[in-house]
């Protein structure tokens, strides 16, 4: 599975900025969507995830100025990131976690991730 993430930018604090994120193919069944971010010198820390029955789990750091969605018609993941602060500054890599009817054969893919960038 590929993961195209795009949307990135710089942008002030207290600034928008919309990440999406295409995979290769469906992931209507059995497949949690997720955001993760790492910055330089920092381990990598989930942001956002979203299961296939929509139930939502965020960072601590991100509520409620982030929200992430997905279109499952489009393979796409959204995350809506509102209020934008410097410590929000990191590469996002979108994350797809296939469950398989056996879990030893559980998959996890990850994009290449894009470039955010809040200056103050």
């Known amino acids: 599975v590929q993961l195209q993430a795009s949307g990135g930018g710089l942008v002030q604090a207290g600034g928008s900025l919309r990440l999406s994120c295409v995979a290769s193919?469906?992931?209507?069944?059995?497949?949690?969507m997720a955001w993760y971010r790492q910055a330089p010198g920092k381990q990598r820390e989930l942001v956002a995830r979203?299961?296939?029955?929509?139930?939502?789990d965020y960072g601590d750091s991100v509520k409620g100025r982030f929200t992430i969605t997905r279109d499952d018609a489009k393979n796409t993941v959204y995350l809506q990131m509102n209020n934008l602060k410097p410590e929000d500054t990191a590469v996002y890599l979108c994350?797809?976690?296939?469950?398989?009817?056996?879990?030893?054969?559980?998959?996890?893919?990850w994009g290449h991730g894009t470039q955010v960038t809040v200056s103050s």
């Open positions: 193919r469906s992931i209507a069944d059995r497949t949690d």
């Open positions: 979203i299961t296939t029955n929509r139930n939502i």
């Open positions: 994350n797809s976690h296939h469950y398989a009817l056996s879990r030893k054969d559980d998959r996890d893919y």
